[in-house]
């Protein structure tokens, strides 16, 4: 059985990889240090010495021009430093990075995690929505020696937008630091999690099929986690009794949902990956998700894939609440085997040290 999460054995090979990397100097750029990202940043300070540069988005053209401006003068006067640079998300923030590394012989790397490569004009959703940030997201995937999807479904969306540009895909990785308890009891609880602050996320995550669901199922205690209610109030006026609004938890907190749920649900219209997800299969959770985006690629044959139907989505549920304790050891492996920490770890070091 492969090893948990932050269950650290450092091998003659990893030791190797230590010494190789250990010269190194990384610029990481991003824009918030989201629990996947931070994943990276400590991945890469394991082996190399790495420089953090957060890039705060503006409100606006001039505030926007603003931090592109201190940021071109940084990498200007201090891009020497670096033997390369690893950027997660392509936008307004990736360009110069990625250019000006070009110029100066610097290898750049970007994370492509989803936003940059969807449109969804209805609820004005993707960076591809917009003129500009396409030419910034688009441009900075071309130009970057390697972008690093993290689903097969990513690298589709990057090779249909820029054919020639070079990729490969790493998935993303679970960062949990506690192990599971697949022997003990679960509820009758199904949890979605996902930052849900505005009417558009609201449908984008599912969560009025989420909803709707819960009123088929008046015996599961359903849980959303990151909704901020008193801004989507106008949404939430006839919510069931059986249903439980968390607003947004510390990511250490979750575990503990997570150990007591029975089902996770991610009813998206999109996802390019599905962290949560992941992380709740690692705790025994079985998933049931749409068939959108890179969620098949995590659930594989470990999850149920469905439609957008409440009542289809309930009568699984009744379903497979008689079968869950034979489920949940496979369920949990499969992240193990395919999403460990240690799997993106080996990945990301070396296509640092073999990308020419």
């Known amino acids: 059985m492969p090893e948990r999460p932050y269950h650290r054995i450092h091998s003659p090979e990893s030791i190797n990889i230590q010494i190789l990397m250990q010269k190194k100097h990384i610029l990481f750029v991003y824009v918030n240090f989201s629990s996947f990202v931070k994943a990276d940043f400590e991945i890469l300070s394991e082996f190399a010495k790495v420089s953090k540069y957060e890039f705060k988005p503006g409100t606006g053209i001039i505030n926007t021009g603003i931090k592109l401006l201190k940021q071109f003068l940084f990498l200007i006067f201090n891009i020497w430093r670096f033997d390369a640079v690893y950027i997660w998300f392509a936008d307004y923030h990736s360009l110069l990075p990625v250019l000006i590394a070009r110029i100066f012989g610097k290898k750049s790397f970007v994370v492509i995690g989803g936003y940059e490569v969807a449109r969804i004009r209805s609820l004005n959703y993707g960076a591809l929505c917009s003129g500009i940030r396409t030419f910034f997201c688009v441009s900075s995937i071309k130009l970057c020696t390697l972008n690093l999807t993290v689903s097969n479904y990513i690298d589709r969306k990057v090779r249909f937008i820029a054919p020639y540009s070079k990729r490969q895909m790493v998935p993303n990785c679970i960062d949990l630091i506690t192990s599971p308890n697949l022997n003990g009891t679960k509820e009758n609880i ?27 199922l008046p015996d599961y205690k359903f849980v959303i986690i990151g909704l901020e209610i008193f801004k989507l109030a106008e949404l939430l006026k006839d919510i069931p009794s ?27 219209l999109i996802e390019s990956f599905g962290v949560a997800v992941a992380e709740s299969m690692y705790y025994g959770c079985i998933p049931i998700v749409t068939n959108e985006g890179g969620l098949p690629e995590v659930v594989g044959n470990m999850g149920y894939l469905v439609k957008r139907d409440p009542a289809e989505i309930a009568q699984l549920i009744k379903e497979l609440s008689q079968i869950l304790p034979e489920l949940q050891p496979d369920v949990s492996n499969r ?12 990945s990301i070091v070396n296509i640092l040290l073999s990308t020419k």
Do not use: M
Not at 252 to 266: G, M, N, T, V
Not at 335 to 346: A, G, P, Q, Y
């Open 190 to 216: 199904i949890v979605t999690v996902g930052l849900i602050e505005n009417k558009r996320t609201f449908y984008l995550k599912g969560i009025d099929t989420f909803i709707e669901v819960a009123r088929y």
């Open 242 to 268: 059986n249903l439980s609004i968390f607003g947004r938890l510390p990511h250490d907190e979750l575990p503990a949902w997570y150990q007591r749920s029975k089902f996770y649900c991610q009813l998206s």
């Open 335 to 346: 992240v193990l085997n395919c999403f460990s920490r240690k799997k993106r770890e080996k």
